[in-house]
């Protein structure tokens, strides 16, 4: 579960030893341009993955092209050989669990053209019924037209479906009181809490502290991580609830990840470090050599091409 690098200068040596490919297109450039995946992965050098390389996670699925958090995104992912998707949890009025980033539902879907007179359409305002009859590809192409916001259990399944891997957050849990046991419930329901899963395939993460602190102690077993970049003298007081601190990719440097990893988790193993939201080449090189162990991006073809992550 957990990835340990030798030391931030193995890997930046290996970020910048890595020749980049000038080859053909790559399956994720094909999809956005709407060529067949399948075509363009035959076409494409096969990844080079490194030693020491940081784990990948596509972004709400691989978010630059396919909507995001639907399950197209999560197979764009799984076509580029992604074994790691992250997602965004949220609860409707009727109690469903649904995978989507806003608490509100009016940029990743048609709700206001359905449901004009119901502003500012927050997910906690309408049931999952009425969510699951919106429209949520047209906003990102025509090609995703008739995409569905999916319910968590959905998500769970067609992840699972390619055995893939789930980097799970809970968003905004101070809007839905109970949403850490409801999720773990769902988790329990969809055959994710077994002891392969939670081992190997599973980790909860948010930006709330109490969050990440309520699905600790409801599920000490499970791997936990927290949304966001505590000062370093602080840092041992999250080692008492979580395993990773996972900042956004402008806030550390080196030191800081040096620091996070000399701390231990709450399981025992050194403190683990994904950054987000990288998609530019070169930030992913400057990341790797600061040490971090993962890299969450909306492009995970292009960080795999800059890094060598798997």
């Known amino acids: 579960m957990y990835v340990r690098h030798v030391a931030a200068a193995a890997a930046a040596f290996l970020g910048w030893a890595l020749v980049l490919s000038g080859g053909p297109a790559t399956t994720a450039t094909a999809a956005a341009s709407g060529e067949s995946t399948t075509a363009a992965a035959a076409t494409g050098r096969d990844p080079v993955r490194l030693v020491g390389a940081p784990v990948l996670y596509a972004h709400r699925g691989a978010s630059a092209y396919a909507p995001e958090n639907t399950l197209a995104a999560v197979d764009l992912a799984e076509d580029l050989g992604i074994d790691w998707v992250e997602n965004d949890v949220q609860r409707t009025k009727d109690g469903e669990l649904v995978v989507i980033h806003d608490d509100t539902l009016a940029r990743t879907t048609d709700v206001e053209t359905r449901y004009p007179d119901r502003k500012p359409w927050r997910v906690a305002d309408f049931t999952a019924a009425e969510i699951a009859g919106l429209d949520a590809g ?144 070169a930030v992913a090189r400057k990341v790797q050599a600061m040490g971090v162990d993962g890299i969450i991006t909306n492009a995970p073809d292009v960080v795999r091409e800059a890094v060598g992550g798997f």
């Open 138 to 281: 047209s906003w990102f192409t025509p090609q995703f037209a008739g995409a569905r916001v999916p319910t968590l259990r959905q998500y769970l399944d067609r992840v699972r479906f390619n055995q893939q891997k789930l980097l799970l957050e809970i968003k905004k849990p101070e809007l839905y009181p109970g949403i850490e046991q409801d999720t773990l419930r769902v988790l329990e329901e969809a055959g994710w809490l077994g002891e392969q899963q939670v081992e190997n395939r599973l980790v909860v993460q948010s930006f709330s502290v109490d969050c990440v602190r309520t699905v600790h102690s409801l599920r000490p077993d499970l791997i936990t991580a927290f949304l966001g970049t505590p000062a370093a003298e602080d840092l041992a007081l999250y080692a008492e609830f979580t395993d990773r601190i996972n900042p956004w990719h402008t806030t550390i440097t080196a030191e800081w990840v040096a620091a996070v990893h000399a701390l231990r988790g709450v399981h025992g193993e050194p403190l683990e470090v994904d950054t987000w939201i990288v998609d530019d080449p």
